[in-house]
């Protein structure tokens, strides 16, 4: 059974930046797709960025230029750079990786941005 933990979640003042990561139990990023969503109170998940399993990247339009997705597949890793964080980021962070149609998801870390 895959395990996905996420880290790295807080509280930030609007306009600051913090760096959630997400650490496989295995080698499940390698081609596979991979990335993170986010829930807000209240609201439905969803996609905040991506890799496909083709390798290439999605962002939400809400967070293009903001926030940057990485991976690091020697160690496991998946990353999300949030720069320039606003209050409507608020939420619930998700990591999530995709194999063979099965979705591995993490627990969540939270990210609450004060105006």
């Known amino acids: 059974q895959v395990q996905l933990v996420e880290s790295g979640g807080g509280l930030v003042q609007a306009g600051g930046s913090l760096r959630l990561s997400c650490a496989a139990s295995?080698?499940?990023?390698?081609?596979?797709?991979m990335g993170w969503y986010r829930q807000a109170p209240g609201k439905q998940r969803e996609l905040v960025a991506a890799?496909?399993?083709?390798?290439?990247?999605n962002y939400a339009d809400s967070v293009k230029g903001r926030f940057t997705v990485s991976r690091d597949n020697a160690k496991n890793t998946l990353s999300l750079q949030m720069n320039s964080l606003k209050p409507e980021d608020t939420g619930v962070y998700y990591c999530?990786?995709?194999?063979?149609?099965?979705?591995?998801w993490g627990q969540g870390t939270q990210v609450t941005v004060s105006s």
């Open positions: 999530y990786a995709r194999r063979n149609y099965i979705t591995y």
């Open positions: 890799f496909t399993s083709g390798g290439s990247t």
């Open positions: 295995e080698n499940i990023f390698s081609n596979n797709a």
